[in-house]
């Protein structure tokens, strides 16, 4: 069975995502690796992919939570412990997302002796962070792929939907 183009959308989106995750994580190497010349440039562009980042996660996991998994415990009930996980994943990564934010506007408040540990801090979390985002969205997408074939058209048409509102 083949997703429909609202799945197809939404499995595209997330790609975006991913790819956002990744740029995120290599800003963070530079602004571990390239020291203080680079610091103020590589904080402002990890900010700007932080806050598109949130948002655009927040929408998602929100509207996943609310709508999506909801009708698919309903409907493959197999998929509820997963689905539960993946909810709580998520949640995580929001909250981990805003503890980072606070984080990163720490580092720039520090004078420079103490900044280093606290940019590699902010690395480690930073990158298990991205981790957890490539993590939530990959297990998403595939939970969605493998609900496809199982479900009747009529319920295939319907997930479309709650897709397209995603």
Not at 110 to 125: N, T
């Given at each position: 069975m083949r997703c429909g183009k609202s799945a197809q959308c939404f499995m595209?989106?997330?790609?975006s995502l991913l790819a956002t995750a990744d740029l995120l994580e290599s800003v963070l190497?530079?602004?571990?690796f390239?020291?203080?010349?680079?610091?103020g440039k590589n904080l402002k562009?990890?900010?700007g992919l932080l806050a598109g980042l949130q948002e655009a996660l927040r929408?998602?996991?929100g509207q996943g939570e609310r709508n999506i998994f909801p009708y698919l415990k309903r409907h493959i009930p197999r998929l509820e412990h997963a689905l539960n996980l993946l909810c709580w994943e998520q949640g995580e990564v929001i909250q981990r997302l805003e503890s980072f934010e606070r984080q990163a506007f720490e580092v720039q408040?520090?004078?420079?002796?103490?900044?280093?540990?606290?940019?590699?801090?902010?690395?480690?979390?930073?990158?298990?962070?991205?981790?957890m985002i490539r993590h939530c969205l990959k297990v998403e997408?595939?939970?969605?792929?493998a609900?496809?074939?199982i479900l009747q058209k009529a319920e295939r048409q319907q997930l479309d939907k709650w897709l397209a509102r995603a």
């Open positions: 595209e989106k997330a790609d190497i530079y602004l571990r390239e020291g203080e010349v680079g610091r562009r990890a900010y929408k998602r996991f408040k520090l004078e420079k002796a103490g900044r280093q540990r606290k940019v590699l801090g902010l690395y480690r979390d930073g990158v298990y962070m991205a981790y997408r595939d939970l969605i792929k609900s496809v074939p």
